[in-house]
């Protein structure tokens, strides 16, 4: 019997086989999206939890991929949605992955501090997207396969958190 | 909003807030998982407790059903 066929009859082998597969991809796609290391494991592990649950309704003929994404993906928006900002905007991160020094580093640095402000003060639905596509950039296709919206939805969300992040830091007194 | 304002926005939102996407797995989740397996309890919902409550009553109500289930088996 196929591994996809074996997990959604409940076998607890064809579960560990399809976890040790994927946890790398659905991590890195997670913390994609909360920017936090440590949320994001729990969220694969909750995320993998709900999938093993979930076997019976599982289509051996669909992507598991693809699937297990989806559910991660809907789970780190709840996870966003509840933490209010759980973004990490902090100075500790920045020290984690230092960037390059900048000639204007003083300007830039205002200009960065707030375009966290920004990112952190877009809507959960526009800052995934702003973080999947702008930030990490995640294909249009992919990211549409995981919110489960076309593709021109995410060009649109897309749009939207470009001309909002504009307007915050417009707000800000800084000009793009 | 051209493409000009949309990649100098994403390499400034890049600068600020960086990229994650080459962050490692912190090693094999596996067991972690495991131990999530093995402490969640079975749940039962309202509609398993229902259909026991459905069942029971059947029988008593027809006990003569049960040696014809029993003979199904």
């Given at each position: 019997m196929e591994l996809l066929e074996r997990f959604a009859g409940g076998e607890i082998e064809a579960f560990e086989t399809l976890f040790q597969s994927h946890q790398a991809d659905v991590y890195r796609w997670v913390v994609c999206l909360v920017r936090d290391p440590a949320a994001a494991e729990d969220l694969t592990l909750e995320a993998f939890w709900r999938i093993y649950r979930a076997h019976a309704r599982f289509d051996p003929a669909r992507c598991f991929g693809a699937w297990a994404r989806r559910i991660a993906t809907n789970l780190a928006m709840e996870h966003l949605r509840k933490a209010g900002r759980a973004v990490m905007v902090g100075e500790e991160m920045l020290e984690a992955q230092p960037c390059p020094p900048a000639p204007d580093s003083a300007v830039l640095a205002d200009t960065r501090a707030a375009l966290r402000r920004a990112f952190a003060s877009l809507p959960v639905k526009l800052e995934a997207v702003a973080a999947l596509?702008?930030?990490?950039?995640?294909p249009y296709t992919e990211v549409a396969s995981a919110l489960g919206i076309s593709v021109e939805a995410v060009k649109s969300r897309e749009f939207r958190a470009v001309r909002l992040l504009r307007k915050e830091l417009k707000e800000m007194g800084v000009e793009l | 909003m051209n493409d000009h304002d949309r990649e100098k926005l994403a390499a400034l939102l890049k600068s600020a807030l960086p990229p994650m996407r080459d962050r490692a797995l912190p090693g094999d989740l596996w067991p972690k998982m495991l131990r999530r397996l093995d402490r969640r309890p079975v749940r039962f919902a309202w509609f398993d407790f229902a259909l026991a409550g459905m069942a029971a009553a059947g029988f008593i109500a027809f006990p003569s059903v049960i040696p014809w289930i029993l003979f199904q088996f």
């Open positions: 596509v702008l930030l990490e950039q995640q | -």
